[in-house]
């Protein structure tokens, strides 16, 4: 059974930080891509950044410069590092696992990020 599990959500104020961790079991943890993706109140999922086997990254605009997504091969966990966080980045994070190609696609449940003063 596959699971991605979220956890490091919580209230921050503006310019806070949050890690963000997903921890992942039931695959081949080190042959998928994976990323970070959120879902605020009233609007559709969005990416925020993908990794991917190799550790290539790729950003949204609105991460670029203040988030960082990295892996741990050896446990099995997708990290989100995120500074200087603003209110407009309150929302679900998703954690997702991709092996491109071959039609698996598996999510988490999501952490929730609150950003206020």
């Known amino acids: 059974q596959v699971q991605l599990v979220e956890s490091g959500g919580g209230l921050v104020q503006p310019g806070g930080s949050l890690r963000l961790s997903c921890a992942a079991s039931?695959?081949?943890?080190?042959?998928?891509?994976m990323g970070w993706y959120r879902q605020a109140p009233g609007k559709q999922r969005e990416p925020v950044a993908t990794?991917?086997?190799?550790?290539?990254?790729n950003y949204t605009d609105s991460a670029k410069g203040r988030f960082t997504i990295s892996r741990d091969n050896a446990k099995n966990t997708v990290y989100l590092q995120m500074n200087s966080l603003k209110p407009e980045d309150t929302a679900v994070y998703y954690c997702?696992?991709?092996?491109?190609?071959?039609?698996?696609?598996?999510w988490g449940k999501g952490t929730l990020v609150t950003v206020s003063s």
């Open positions: 997702n696992a991709e092996l491109e190609g071959y039609g698996m696609n598996y």
């Open positions: 039931g695959i081949a943890f080190y042959i998928y891509g």
């Open positions: 990794i991917t086997t190799g550790g290539g990254t």
